[in-house]
Nanobody, 119 residues
Framework: QVQLVESGGGLVQPGGSLRLSCAAS????????MGWYRQAPGKQRELVAT???????NYADSVKGRFTISGDNDKNTVYLQMNNLKPEDTAVYFC?????????????WGQGTQVTVSS
């Protein structure tokens, strides 16, 4: 029902910035939450930031004060602004969307975009 496409990843030096984009299509008006997750090689996928309708935003402790999740409804796009990047931020970043239909919760994931922080 919902398709997500991430973009904006790349190589950046420590202390630099990147802005990731997640473009949503399909039944976009049914979405009640979106988030960014990341997964480094050999590690589990972890939550980075989420935004939930009627609730607000939530951030992992490791990115608080550095990352900001935001959206542009006119462009059906959610962003992750990443500032003061650290080598430990290196990972594949995934966009997630969730919606509820009846008693079921549905989820869709993007394909991921690579972020590499290195000098």
């Amino acid at each position: 029902q919902v398709q997500l496409v991430e973009s904006g990843g790349g190589l950046v030096q420590p202390g630099g910035s990147l802005r990731l984009s997640c473009a949503a299509s399909g039944s976009i008006f049914s979405i009640n939450a979106m988030g960014w997750y990341r997964q480094a090689p050999g590690k589990q996928r972890e939550l980075v930031a989420t935004v939930t309708r009627g609730v607000g935003t939530n951030y992992a402790d490791s990115v608080k004060g550095r990352f900001t999740i935001s959206g542009d409804n006119d462009k059906n796009t959610v962003y992750l602004q990443m500032n003061n990047l650290k080598p430990e931020d290196t990972a594949v970043y995934f966009c997630d969307a969730r919606w509820i239909a009846g008693a079921s919760v549905y989820e869709s994931w993007g394909q991921g975009t690579q972020v590499t922080v290195s000098s």
